[in-house]
């Protein structure tokens, strides 16, 4: 249920004020019609001189900056009401997301959790993984010492930073009832399609494993050699039993269902599998990040004016037929009973593939004027998303 912006925003203000009790604020994401000052800001409490003071790093998708303000003066600072459409704030005990309507109303999801918060005066945030992990270091991701590999840094945040979205998600679905309460005669099942080296699958795995969640993780790929790679390191960890991996197609897959679906970066229409995988096997939780669009921007033919004003810029068109892509993508979640939304789950500086699809089965229909919508950008693009031609659209 929607909640008056004024008075959401009020209970974050509240909570930014109780610096004792503040581990992590991410606004991200763009208002209609707004402009935010940068594309993502994260804040976190750090200790100087015996004072806490509250980090402010901003991302404009090229470099990050950071200063350090009083809780006060960045409250005064406006940003809570600078055009971000999605606010995440965690506090030791729970995390609150945020998410601002076109109408402008405010939809609230709360998990409860244990958060800490890293009060070291550096960029370096407390970690959901300990790099020393024994399944890091089997993965490739960290050596044997214990340290993250420079080579694979990005990839180590990426992964850290899709749990941190992960895991408030499911714990939000759980209490509102769409997935059940996993317990060890009925664990939560997650499939990773598209898993690769299997980064995202093991990480996921262990973390929940680590929280007391009870899970079974498999892991979908067209690779044999990646089925046998990954299954081989599920014995050496010994955790065979609650993780399992499989190759083949996704949309071959002998996987008829799964609680939550998730893909990081499955590559151009391996997503719309992915997606497709999801609404036709009624996945509770789906989280996507697409990666690479090739189909759609090559449907991009007649182009309608006068939007050949941005297509005949190469790098332009691309970014455009980005956009249509994922905007299709999640119009056709919409329309197949999903709660759908577009974020951002890592600063621009570790990849710029950082777009994340989330979305809810919560089985309501979509209002007539959704389908019309859809139909219009399909007419006057002139594509065939897909997406739509997987699920018979």
């Not at 610096?19 to 976190?44: A, C, H």
């Not at 901003?58 to 950071?66: E, K």
């Not at 081989?232 to 897959?253: N, P, V, W, Y």
Request: hydrophobic share 40%; with cysteine.
């Amino acid at each position: 249920m929607a909640t008056p912006l004024a008075d959401a925003l009020n209970e974050i203000v509240e909570k930014l004020g109780k610096s004792d009790n503040f581990v992590r604020l991410v606004l991200s994401g763009r208002r209609r019609n707004m402009q935010t000052p940068n594309e993502r800001i994260d804040v976190k409490p750090v200790l100087i001189k015996g004072e806490i003071k509250y980090q402010v790093a901003q991302s404009d998708g090229r470099a990050m900056t950071t200063k350090n303000y009083s809780p006060q003066e960045f409250l005064d600072l406006g940003l809570l009401e600078s055009g971000f459409a999605n606010i995440h704030l965690e506090e030791k005990d729970q995390s609150i997301s945020l998410r601002i309507t076109k109408k402008g109303e405010a939809l609230i999801s709360r998990a409860s959790g244990e958060f800490k918060a890293d009060l070291s005066h550096d960029r370096n945030k407390s970690r959901l993984l300990d790099p020393s992990d024994p399944f890091l270091i089997e993965v490739g991701i960290s050596d044997s010492a214990g340290k993250v590999k420079a080579s694979k840094n990005d990839k180590y945040l990426q992964v850290e930073e899709f749990l941190r979205l992960l895991i408030p998600s499911l714990n939000s679905a759980i209490e509102a009832g769409h997935i059940n309460k996993p317990d060890e005669k009925s664990p939560l099942t997650i499939v990773d399609l598209g898993c690769g080296h299997a980064y995202l699958t093991f990480a996921a795995h262990q973390y929940l494993r680590n929280e007391g969640i009870a899970v079974k993780v498999i892991g979908i790929d067209i690779r044999e050699s990646a089925r046998a790679r990954n299954n081989e390191i599920a014995e050496k960890l010994g955790i065979s039993d609650s993780i399992e991996f499989r190759a083949e197609e996704i949309s071959e897959t002998t996987l008829k269902s799964a609680d939550v679906a998730i893909a990081l970066h499955a590559c151009d229409t391996a997503t719309d599998d992915a997606l497709a995988w999801s609404v036709m096997t009624d996945a509770k939780l789906v989280l996507v990040a697409p990666c690479c669009h090739h189909d759609i921007q090559a449907q991009m033919v007649e182009i309608p004016e006068p939007w050949s004003m941005i297509t005949k810029n190469g790098i332009m068109k691309e970014r455009l037929g980005d956009l249509i892509t994922d905007g299709l993508r999640i119009q056709i979640m919409k329309l197949s009973g999903y709660r759908v939304e577009a974020i951002e789950f890592i600063g621009g500086e570790h990849t710029p593939r950082n777009l994340m699809i989330r979305a809810v089965k919560t089985g309501a229909v979509a209002d007539s004027s959704e389908e019309k919508r859809y139909q219009e950008m399909l007419s006057l693009w002139k594509v065939k998303p897909a997406l739509a031609a997987l699920l018979n659209r």
